[in-house]
């Protein structure tokens, strides 16, 4: 048999697969518990919203016909939030496949990308796979104010006549750290017009801080500014794969020649749709986030355990040791957390917000694994 992998591109011979974090279920057939809880991939505690869900009941009995592959009610709703017009929408399987969509469309081998350390390990992910080079910016110091966030001057420093594309995640995972509208904005006007800024606000709806930036609005002034969001978080529907990106027309249309036909399937688009009208489902899911980081920061501190501020709805905290035998113990007590020493972080685990009850179990399990 020929040596396939020998014969694939050479961005993909040396590509390793994204790794999700690690299903209930998995866990309870290895290891044969029963009631495990899942604070791995900073999925939404309170499910999607009624409204989407009674919608999706309302849509089955239409699952013969191919969805609308222009997505046109869900990008006019999107557009009307926004304050944008339909043409400067794009709609992906997740938000996941916008960045694909990018890196397929300006990158390739001699061409390049800037992104942070430490920042969301699709960006690699989607370089390397075009052959096109990556750049990861040294992140700030662990005794800063937003510990492993991103520099965005060390980031500027390796943009050349070369990079195509630049990713920068507000607030960032898996720090949860975040960039003022100053910082930003200032940093966004140094780039080259000919290079793209993609800012990923997958966690942006749980933001409650008053200086935090909505750079969809900004898309008048920087027309090589792309937008990413995302259903998969606050909206609760990450089963879907439902996202989306804001930006200029003419920018839109190029990802939409490289886009799949019928890439966002016919439940996610109406899913979608009725979520973005349930105000009062975002609006607790983000009280009940803000209640849980107290309780989550709170509980690692009283155990002597550090974590990094974060405006997300999960938090990073270090077990000041390798944390894979710690991640193993929690896994035994049927709490599923996220290792992160893929991400450079290697002596810290990301836990996901849940609810109150989540929380706890989280807490005792740690009381548990972490004994004398």
């Known amino acids: ?14 590509l390793r697969p994204y790794e999700p974090g690690k299903p209930v279920e998995t866990l309870e057939r290895e290891l044969g518990i029963r009631e495990a809880v899942k604070l791995a991939s900073n999925e939404n505690p309170l499910g ?22 222009n997505g046109f009610a869900l990008k006019q709703a999107l557009a009307d939030r926004h304050g944008v017009s339909p043409a400067q929408v794009t709609l992906g399987n ?4 916008i960045l694909e969509l990018v890196a397929r469309t300006w990158l390739a081998p001699g061409r390049n990308a800037v992104y942070s350390r430490h920042a969301f390990a699709v960006y690699p992910l989607v370089v390397q796979a075009v052959s096109a080079e990556g750049r990861a910016a040294p992140a700030r110091p662990a005794e800063s104010d937003q510990p492993y966030g991103h520099d965005l001057d060390a980031m500027a420093a390796l943009i050349d006549a070369d990079t195509r594309v630049v990713f920068v995640a507000n607030p960032n995972n898996p720090t949860g750290t975040w960039l ?8 966004v006007a140094r780039v080259p017009a000919e290079t793209l800024v993609v800012v990923d606000e997958a966690y942006a709806e749980y933001v409650e801080e008053p200086d935090y930036p909505d750079t969809t609005q ?10 990413t969001r995302t259903f998969s978080k606050i909206h609760g529907l990450a089963g879907l794969r439902l996202g989306y990106s804001i930006c200029s027309a003419m ?12 890439n966002v399937n016919a439940l996610a688009q109406v899913a979608g749709l009725a979520a973005l009208g349930d105000t009062a489902h975002v609006a607790e899911s983000v009280r009940v986030n803000r209640e849980g980081l ?8 009283e155990r002597g355990l550090g974590c990094i501020p974060s405006v997300g709805n999960f938090l990073t905290f270090d077990v000041r040791e390798a944390p894979g035998p710690v991640y193993e113990r929690l896994l035994r007590q049927g709490v599923i957390v996220r290792p992160v020493a893929n991400y450079g ?8 917000i849940g609810t109150p009850s989540e929380n706890g179990r989280f807490l005792q399990a740690l009381d548990a694994v972490l004994k004398p």
């Open 1 to 14: 048999m020929a040596d396939f992998a020998a014969l694939a591109v050479p961005g993909v011979q040396a």
């Open 48 to 69: 999607p919203s009624p409204r989407a869900v009674e919608a999706l009941r309302n849509a089955l009995g239409n699952l013969h016909i191919y969805p609308d592959g």
């Open 94 to 97: 997740g938000s996941n496949e």
């Open 180 to 187: 003022s509208a100053q910082a930003l904005e200032r940093f």
């Open 218 to 227: 900004w898309l008048e002034r920087f027309p090589n500014l792309l937008v």
């Open 251 to 262: 920018v839109a249309e190029l990802l939409n020649r490289v886009r799949q036909p019928f």
């Open 294 to 301: 107290r309780q989550v920061e709170a509980g690692l501190r």
């Open 345 to 352: 972080l290697t002596t810290h685990l990301r836990v996901t």
